[in-house]
């Protein structure tokens, strides 16, 4: 069985920075993408950025240019450095593991910036 645990969330004034780990446990085989989503009140999921397979990046405008995604193939750990944070950013972050075949999330965390 798959499980994927983010951590790093938490409460940063504007302009701060903060960085999301994604372990991900069990076997995990022909990864598509990995990537971070988020979703803040009353509003869809959206994606903040992601890695395909062959390891091209994407990110959302909204971030381009202040997150960076990173992974660890050898551990199977995905990384977001979140700089310069604005409190639009503020949202529930969730981990994605995905392959033909599955879809993996973790259970998201929290992170609040403050104006």
């Known amino acids: 069985q798959v499980h994927l645990v983010e951590s790093g969330g938490g409460l940063v004034q504007a302009g701060g920075s903060l960085r999301l780990s994604c372990a991900a446990s069990g076997n995990i085989f022909s990864i598509n993408a990995v990537g971070w989503y988020r979703q803040a009140p009353g509003k869809q999921r959206e994606l903040v950025a992601r890695i395909i397979s062959g390891g091209s990046r994407n990110y959302a405008d909204s971030v381009k240019g202040r997150f960076t995604i990173s992974r660890d193939n050898a551990k199977i750990m995905v990384y977001l450095q979140m700089n310069s944070l604005k409190p639009e950013d503020t949202a529930v972050y969730y981990c994605?593991?995905?392959?033909?075949?599955?879809?993996?999330w973790g259970q998201g965390t929290q992170v609040t910036v403050s104006s």
């Open positions: 994605n593991v995905r392959g033909r075949d599955y879809d993996y």
